[in-house]
């Protein structure tokens, strides 16, 4: 257990259906990640938060999906109108972000495995 | 460009060692990392290495850093059924980029 915490661990939801998931990160971290996992792939990085700042957002992130983190602490990531491509494992990410060393690494939760009937 | 390359299989058997290679696109990497992922969980951060640094030891890891060829590897001595996994290596440019993993099978 990193102490990163997601909910729920698995959604079945039929296509054109919204889901949310949601990420509670080590209490201390104020950078918080998305990725998306597909069967036989590495994780692809979705987007990141420096405390309730969106900083950035990878071009996979389609105007379907949008993420919030409102106060700075835990974070939820919206899936609007699913499609069946949406399938896939969503990790939640946290790291120490400003300063310099191993603060870079990120420690992953158990991720939110989606299937989109 | 960002790519992280790795093999996609391994097969090794117990008890001998395992060494899982990468090779990644970009110099200005400061940290690289090895991740661990057993079937239906998460992601654990097994070992990391900074960029100017050569080789690591941890325990039965081992990693090594070619900065000139932009090659990285994972060495596990003794290597044991627990060790059954997909290892990813991974650059850091505040997003991580990771490859596509290595599944290290264990013969017996």
């Known amino acids: 257990d990193t102490g990163v915490s997601q909910n729920p661990r698995h959604k079945i939801t039929k296509r054109g259906q919204n889901v949310t998931f949601r990420c509670d990160p080590i209490s201390e971290h104020n950078r918080l990640y998305w990725y998306r996992q597909t069967l036989g792939q590495g994780p692809e990085f979705l987007t990141y938060f420096q405390n309730e700042a969106q900083l950035e957002k990878s071009r996979l992130l389609s105007d379907r999906f949008s993420a919030e983190r409102p106060k700075g602490s835990f974070s939820t990531l919206e899936i609007q109108r699913t499609e069946q491509g949406d399938s896939a494992m969503y990790l939640c990410?946290?790291?120490?972000?400003?300063?310099?060393?191993?603060?870079?690494?990120?420690?992953f939760g158990p991720g939110t495995r989606l299937l989109v009937l | 460009g960002e790519d992280v390359e790795q093999s996609l299989f391994l097969s090794v058997r117990e008890g001998d060692s395992s060494v899982i290679n990468c090779t990644y696109t970009d110099s200005s990497s400061t940290y690289l990392y090895w991740y661990k992922q057993e079937p239906g969980a998460g992601l654990q951060l097994l070992t990391y290495?900074?960029?100017?640094?050569d080789m690591k030891q941890d325990q039965r890891l081992t990693v090594l850093l070619n900065k000139k060829d932009k090659h990285l590897s994972l060495r596990i001595a003794d290597t044991q059924t627990g060790d059954s996994a997909i290892y990813f290596c991974a650059e850091n440019h505040d997003k991580i980029i990771f490859g596509k993993g290595t599944r290290l099978h264990i013969l017996p």
């Open positions: 990410a946290s790291s120490l972000g400003g300063q310099r060393g191993a603060w870079k690494t990120q420690y």
């Open positions: 290495i900074f960029s100017n640094m």
